[in-house]
């Protein structure tokens, strides 16, 4: 784009093969996902719906997963980890709870609005939300392009 032009618009954010420019890592365009265009059709764990916004599918992202997740009143995840993946998590709403093990003891965070929650690679968890009447929403970012699930029977079992 050259100095005093517009810059273009993009409605949709789907990867196509001119987005690639040759090869030139430089001038790639960027990506807008609307938030009405979020997709359901990724991994989900019990008592949570997670909505996919950046990956390979969605923007040909290469090294990060992000999206947001909403859990329920009244609603605990089942047990569960995200593989190799770093995940940094974003409380947009609501008191969600965060439950871990810390050797044979479950320890739990309580989250508000604007708290950040960091999750190491393979740690069992899950996330709650005992309150009644206001869904807890999340925005997760990990270091992987996919939405790495792996459901657990308890905190406790091997990753």
Do not use: C, K
């Not at 965060?98 to 708290?115: H, Q, T």
Request: proline share 9%; hydrophobic share 35%.
């Amino acid at each position: 784009m050259g100095v005093g032009s517009r810059p273009r618009t993009r409605r949709e954010a789907t990867v196509t093969a001119d987005d690639r420019r040759d090869g030139d890592p430089w001038h790639r365009p960027l990506r807008h996902v609307r938030a009405g265009s979020l997709s359901a059709d990724t991994a989900q764990t019990p008592g949570m719906r997670r909505l996919e916004a950046i990956s390979q599918a969605t923007v040909g992202a290469e090294r990060l997963w992000m999206g947001e997740t909403h859990v329920a009143p009244e609603t605990a995840s089942g047990d569960h980890h995200h593989g190799e993946a770093e995940t940094a998590i974003y409380v947009v709403s609501g008191r969600p709870r965060f439950v871990f093990a810390d050797g044979a003891e479950e320890v739990r965070i309580d989250a508000g609005p604007g708290d950040f929650v960091f999750v190491p690679p393979y740690a069992p968890h899950r996330e709650e939300n005992p309150w009644p009447g206001e869904t807890a929403v999340l925005v997760i970012s990990r270091s992987s392009q996919e939405a790495i699930v792996v459901n657990l029977p308890s905190l406790w079992a091997p990753a």
